[in-house]
């Protein structure tokens, strides 16, 4: 079956936040596409995305952040995996961000990310972000306490102040050439259940099991709340937020590698030109190599 992925795109991009609503996303939804057909497009969609981040990388003037969000078992690093298999790794960094360190915690909350930004012309890959700190943060308040923010100035509209703290931030992102792309892995609470106990049953995943994913999965609808609220205050133009639907791993992949694609698209990134008398010295340095054929010297 044939698909636009402009056509994918438009069902999860978050155009219009201030109406958007968490449950309009069906996390089981794969828009009729077989799984077949889509794996053949993601194939065609790692080689597309490896030619593109040559070409970022040989201009050197834009970057590319992606931001994935999720519960835990969303599927946040199997999207690592697959979609960014083709990219060279000289041109692209993972980051992960865990519960922060004690020198994390005597920084704001943006700092840790900000020294893992990506340069001009690679790909940065946050799994895990500053969103946490309004969201696992939010959930669990008495976290907040331990951050070392002065008291007086932790105040009921400290959510608030984050988020635009945060559009700040991305716009003077995107003014700078970084691309922001956010990806909310929207898995369900079965699903979630399902990945758990394969993580618990199967010896190869027991190592990626946490008791405090069983803590967390105990405050869904505290999180659901947390997440619905942040994309709706931070889906900008200069970040935007896609709201994915998790439950097919395939089909998650498939929408995140079509986002990264048609925003690289869109950047119009072409191969620097060797023009004028920079073209006539290689010219030059050209022939002068032919001529030196080995063999040919003595
Ligand atoms: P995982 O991604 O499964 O390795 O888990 C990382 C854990 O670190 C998650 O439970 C996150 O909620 C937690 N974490 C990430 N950032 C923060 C933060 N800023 N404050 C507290 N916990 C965090
Ligand atoms: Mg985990």
């Known amino acids: 079956m044939k698909f636009k992925s402009a056509d994918l795109l438009k069902h999860y991009r978050v155009d219009a936040p201030d109406r958007f609503a968490l449950k309009s996303v069906d996390c089981g939804d794969t828009r009729a596409i077989d799984k077949d057909a889509a794996q053949s497009v993601l194939a065609d969609d790692v080689k597309r995305l490896s030619d593109l981040q040559e070409r970022l990388y040989a201009e050197d003037r834009w970057a590319l952040l992606i931001v994935l969000q999720g519960m835990d078992a969303a599927g946040k690093d199997s999207v690592v995996a697959h979609v960014m298999s083709g990219v060279n790794p000289q041109g692209c960094a993972v980051h992960s961000f865990k519960a922060p360190s004690t020198e994390e915690l005597d920084h704001n909350f943006l700092w840790r990310t900000t020294t893992r930004l990506p340069a001009r012309g690679r790909i940065g890959i946050f799994n895990r972000s500053y969103y946490e700190d309004v969201l696992v943060v939010r959930v669990h308040r008495e976290l907040l306490r331990r951050a070392k923010i002065p008291r007086t100035l932790i105040s009921e509209n400290i959510w608030q102040e984050r988020f635009q703290d945060i559009r700040a931030f991305e716009r003077h992102l995107a003014r700078n050439g970084i691309l922001v792309l956010k990806f909310f892995l929207h898995v369900s609470k079965e ?49 935007r937020w896609y709201v994915v639907p998790a439950d097919h791993k395939w089909f998650t992949r498939l929408v995140v590698a079509s986002a990264v694609i048609e925003a690289l698209e869109g950047l119009g990134l072409a191969f620097p030109k060797v023009e004028g008398a920079a073209l006539k010295e290689m010219h030059k340095v050209r022939a002068a190599l032919l001529a030196k054929k080995p063999g040919k010297d003595r």
Do not use: V
């Open 191 to 239: 699903e979630q259940r399902r990945r758990l106990l394969d993580r618990l049953e199967e010896p190869a995943k027991r190592w990626k099991f946490s008791l405090d994913d069983i803590n967390e999965r105990k405050r869904w609808d505290d999180y659901m709340a947390a997440y619905e609220d942040m994309i709706r205050a931070t889906s900008r133009p200069t970040g």
